[in-house]
Each structure stands twice: as structure tokens, then as C-alpha cells.
């Protein structure tokens, strides 16, 4: 049973930062590429950056390149999100994804498996 547990989420002051996690198991980890989501009330789910199953090759949304970074460890079966420079306008639920697709992709459909979505609120 496949299960990804996002963490790392909370309140934080805008210009801040935070570091999420997400820990997968019931796959083989180093086999998927992985990304991140955000879903803000009333809006879609929007891609926010994806990095390759290896190599460590990585893809991001326009408006998150410069403020967040996304890493991996395949040793440790988890993906990371840093951000930095945090404004109201990243509040949303964030979500790693888990892709089997042969390239890095932004389409939540080209995503096998979901985690269950962390809270990120960014106050002004």
C-alpha cells in the first residue's frame, strides 16, 4: 500500500520561510519522479515544481522559480520543498505527488500517487 505523508506545513509571517516533507512508502521511491502541488480555497490544484526520479534535474512554475527548491534524498524515500519569501499568496494546502511518467511533468493527471495535503498559511 502505497502511502506519501506530507509535513513541515504551518503559520509563518510573510518574507519567511518553511521546509516541507514528504515521506513515501509501498513504492519504490527512486523509480518516480516526484512533485508539488497547492490548492488555495476556491481555486485548482496548481503545480509547483517536480524533480526527476535521478540526476536531480528539476522543474518549476514560473512564479516559484527564485523562492523554492525542491530536493530529494531517495535514501530516506522523501521529496523536500523549501520556500523562502513567503507571501500571502502562497497560502494554500500543499501536496507532493508521486509520477511514473518518463518526463518531469506539471499535469496532476501524469501523477500515480497523492499525499493527503499539508496547510501552509502565510499571514501579512
Known amino acids: 500500500q502505497v502511502r506519501m505523508v506530507e509535513s513541515g506545513g504551518g503559520l509563518v509571517q510573510a518574507g519567511g520561510s518553511l521546509r516541507l516533507s514528504c515521506a513515501a512508502s509501498g513504492l519504490t521511491f527512486s523509480a518516480y519522479n516526484m512533485g508539488w502541488f497547492r490548492q488555495a480555497p476556491g481555486k485548482e490544484r496548481d503545480f509547483v515544481a517536480a524533480?526527476?526520479?535521478?540526476?536531480?534535474?528539476?522543474y518549476y512554475a514560473d512564479s516559484m522559480k527564485g523562492r523554492f527548491t525542491i530536493s530529494r534524498d531517495n535514501a530516506k524515500n522523501t521529496v523536500y520543498l523549501q520556500m523562502s519569501s513567503l507571501q500571502p499568496g502562497d497560502t494554500a494546502v500543499y501536496y507532493c505527488?508521486?509520477?511514473?511518467?518518463?518526463?518531469?511533468?506539471?499535469?496532476?493527471?501524469?501523477?500515480?500517487?497523492w499525499g493527503q495535503g499539508t496547510q501552509v498559511t502565510v499571514s501579512s
Open positions: 524533480i526527476s526520479r535521478s540526476h536531480g534535474v528539476t
Open positions: 505527488a508521486a509520477s511514473l511518467a518518463t518526463t518531469l511533468s506539471s499535469y496532476s493527471t501524469m501523477y500515480n500517487y
